[in-house]
Each structure stands twice: as C-alpha cells, then as structure tokens.
C-alpha cells in the first residue's frame, strides 16, 4: 500500500520591474541552456534500460505474483537462477503469517541477494515483489488481474539489470539486495501492510548483537517505471535527520548526471516499506517513487498497470543514478 498525505503550501511574489524581469528571464534561460540541450536517451545512458525493460516483461508474463501463489514461486525461481548466475548468493527468509483473508497460515519468503558478503558495512536496496491480489481501483474491473507492472515490477526488473553490473561496480560498502513479501497482500483492508518489511527489519533488529554487518544505507525502489516519470524527494525520507543525507546524496548524483526526473523538491508523504525499515530496523533508508502514475493518479491498482504504461528510459535514468552514486557512496 503506498498512502499519501497531501499539504497544502502557497507562493506569493512581488511585482517587478518589467526590464528587472526581463534580465532575470535571460540570466536563468543562459543558465540552464546547457542542461537542456543535452538530451538523456536510452542510447547515452551506460545502464542498460532495455534490457531492464525485457526483465519487466519476463516478470508481467508470469502473470500475478501474489504472496503465496503459484506465480510467486514462478518469481522466485526466476530471480534465483538470474542472480547465482551472475555470482551472487541468494537466500529466501522464509516465514509464515496469518494473512490473506480469513486470518489463515499463509508461507511467505523475502528474497535476499547478497554481493560481496564479506563486507561488514553494507548498503540495502530494495523493493516489493509481490503483486496485489486484485485491482480494486479498476473503475471497470475490480476483481480482474492485476500485473503490477510498475507497482511491484518495475524496481525488480532494475535490480535484475543492476545485477549485471554488481560484480564488477566498485563500492567501498557490500550490497544486498532485498526483495520484500506480502507489502500488500491485503483482502480485507484490517489486515496488515508491509508484512516482508517488518519481518526483515525485526530479524535485523533483534540480531543487533550478533550480526557481523550493519547497514549504512538503505535504498526502496517502488514505482520507478512510469513513462511519465517524476521524482519528487519523499516527505519521510527527507524529514529524518539521519535519513536527509542520503538524499542529499543521490538528488545530488542525479543533478550531476542531468537526469532532471529527480525532482529537488519535497513531495507527498508515502506509507511504504521504508517506514519498517527505519522505524523497526533503525537502517536510514528513502523511498525513491513516483506516486503520480498515469492521467489523474490512474493506473495504480487497476488493470492499466501494465509494461506498456513503463518505459526502459525511465528505468535506464533511475538505474543508472543508482549505479553511479554506489560508486561515490558516503
């Protein structure tokens, strides 16, 4: 569930000088002609958005990948054997919770990818990748099939083509990768969200003196694939004082890189897998996420929801701003 809280602000201005205005309109057009002219495309940017984009729809063609379901294991198997192939070490945290509808027992399992284990100072980046069970905001199909495309599948698909890189990146931190179970496998709005989150985080804290590692950073990737992709600085993310410099950090990375869909403002305040990952797990993480999915906020949780509504250069930009601020991570 991504819930969002919305605050209201104002902006007044003086007048001024029409030829005081006019100079100023020509010192800030001269001052960014340089970042406009340059224009990012799949083909300029080292990270390779196609082929992510290619994983997204490996992902969508399993179909739903609810908590549980058949084509969960089918996701499981899939980022298993892509990830041991590229050298990493993969584990399921396997748990059971009573979810689903009706309080039944249900087998849930994050999946956890490991780089360089040995490294006692690590960074986390993450995502869900679960599917919702239905997509209940569809105006015409509520009950229909629900693919999750950017909404559990585009941050997935990125890890996968970042993984390509990860044997060969250097970072100064190990890095896990981890993807989170049930953070919406939701039927009954009682029920709890962000189930995988809070079970990763209550492990790490409670294993707090026995843990060889400690996270530095922790990074969630959700809703990363829009076509029409903005990324504002999430409003959580940036009010925790422990939290704002790895903010500052990577708006910063994406300002070097000229990927202007990182947006330096603050937005919305989102309820997301950060929030168990901070809260529970005490790990300084941001949630990078664009909330605004299609015209009116309209593809999220329906059946629009779909690769055709995603773009390989939103992923290339997001991916690639990851990649490089790995590499200069503080």
Not at 8 to 37: K, M, N
Not at 152 to 172: F, I, R, T, Y
Not at 251 to 270: D, N
Request: glycine letters at 8%; proline letters at 5%.
């Amino acid at each position: 569930m991504k819930t969002q809280t919305h605050r209201a602000g104002s902006v007044s201005a003086r007048r001024a000088p029409r030829a005081t205005l006019l100079l100023a309109f020509t010192i800030f057009a001269v001052a960014i002609l340089p970042a406009q002219a340059e224009e990012l495309t799949l083909e300029k940017i080292p990270f390779n958005g196609a082929r992510a984009y290619e994983y997204l729809n490996q992902l969508c063609d399993i179909g739903p990948r609810v908590t549980a379901s058949r084509g969960m294991k089918r996701q499981q198997e899939l980022l298993r054997k892509h990830f041991e192939q590229l050298g990493a070490k993969v584990t399921l945290q396997e748990f059971i919770e009573r979810q689903g509808g009706a309080g039944k027992r249900t087998n849930m399992a994050n999946l956890i990818v490991e780089w360089h284990p040995e490294a006692k100072e690590r960074i986390l980046l993450c995502a869900h990748y679960d599917t919702r069970p239905f997509p209940d905001r569809d105006p015409v199909n509520p009950q229909g099939t629900f693919i999750g495309a950017n909404d559990g599948g585009s941050g997935v698909a990125l890890l996968m083509e970042l993984g390509n890189e990860m044997p060969n990146l250097k970072c100064k931190y190990g890095v896990d990768f981890v993807f989170f179970d049930a953070e919406e496998f939701v039927y009954d709005e009682r029920e709890k969200y962000f189930v995988g989150s809070e079970k990763f985080a209550r492990q790490y804290a409670l294993q707090k003196k026995t843990r060889k590692f400690d996270y530095r950073w922790g990074v969630l990737l959700d809703m990363v694939g829009d076509a029409d992709l903005q990324l504002p600085q999430e409003r959580n993310s940036i009010s925790w004082s422990e939290v704002r410099p790895l903010v500052a950090e990577i708006w910063g990375t994406a300002k070097r890189l000229g990927v202007t869909e990182f947006v330096p403002q603050v937005g919305i305040e989102i309820r997301d897998d950060h929030l168990e990952l901070f809260n529970t797990g005490k790990i300084p993480t941001c949630d990078i996420i664009d909330f605004d999915y299609g015209p009116g906020h309209g593809y999220w949780h329906t059946e629009q929801d779909i690769p055709a509504n995603c773009s390989a250069l939103s992923l290339a930009k997001v991916g690639w701003v990851i990649s490089e601020w790995l590499k200069t991570a503080k």
